[in-house]
């Protein structure tokens, strides 16, 4: 079955303590993306990858890493969580294609998403 | 940079009968496109239907249509003999054509549906 998965589903930590949510899809999509949920603010975008060792800042990239070392997986680390980064963690993936003179993405597929509670 | 506004934090519908979600956004491009995610309370987000700005025929998936208003910059989705399982927050979302990393969402819509 095709998917991204995302673990944990639930994450309860302290102030400090690094994380690591982790994301693999098995689709061999190129895209990946990480994403917050937030209420009232809808999903903002935390980091993303083209493809493999390629990564870059969304628009609130701020106390959060990524690495792409394989193509299917894309962790998320928060080396030092505090309170303001509890919200829910959604990964995402989609294929890139070169059509005509432009690369196109297909629509997102996302994970269950990882609910973050930092104390 | 563009933005997605959704005007109604929350809606409801009697099981079986019509309702509409209300999406505007904002931008200066010719070519994008334009989504709906449906979120219910199991947290998955699920493509509902999606439309391509440049075509003018309005996106539709079985009960689930839109209303492309391009020259309004306006995405509304009707749900029609709306079911319990539709219940769900709802989100709008723009993705540009030209920059394929650029993809904005709305803050949602809570949809209600009573039996």
């Known amino acids: 079955e095709a998917q991204v998965t995302q673990n944990p589903r639930y994450l309860i930590t302290v102030t400090g303590k690094k994380l690591t949510v982790t994301c693999s899809q098995n689709m061999n999509h190129e895209y990946m993306s990480w994403y917050r949920q937030d209420p009232g603010l809808g999903l903002r975008q935390i980091y993303y990858?083209?493809?493999?060792?390629?990564?870059d800042k969304g628009d609130v990239p701020e106390g959060y890493k990524v690495s792409r070392k394989e193509k299917r997986n894309f962790p998320l680390i928060l080396e030092s969580p505090s309170p303001n980064q509890t919200s829910l963690y959604f990964c995402?993936?989609?294929?890139?294609?070169?059509?005509?003179?432009?690369?196109?993405?297909?629509?997102?597929?996302f994970g269950n998403g990882t609910r973050l509670t930092v104390t | 940079a563009q933005t997605v506004t959704q005007s109604q934090p929350e809606m409801s519908v009697q099981e079986a009968e019509t309702v509409t979600l209300s999406c505007t956004y904002d931008t200066s491009e010719s070519d994008y496109y334009l989504f709906w995610y449906k979120q219910p309370p199991s947290r998955q987000m699920i493509l509902v239907i999606r439309?391509?700005?440049?075509?003018?025929q309005n996106a539709t998936e079985n009960r689930f249509s839109v209303n492309f208003q391009k020259a309004a910059k306006s995405f509304s989705l009707k749900i029609s003999d709306s079911q319990l399982g539709d219940a769900a927050m709802y989100f709008c979302a723009y993705r540009s054509a030209y920059n394929n990393n650029d993809m904005r969402f709305g803050a949602g819509t809570r949809l209600t549906v009573k039996p």
């Open positions: 995402a993936s989609s294929f890139l294609r070169w059509q005509g003179q432009k690369f196109s993405r297909s629509p997102l597929h």
């Open positions: 990858s083209m493809n493999v060792e390629v990564t």
């Open positions: 439309q391509e700005a440049y075509k003018q």
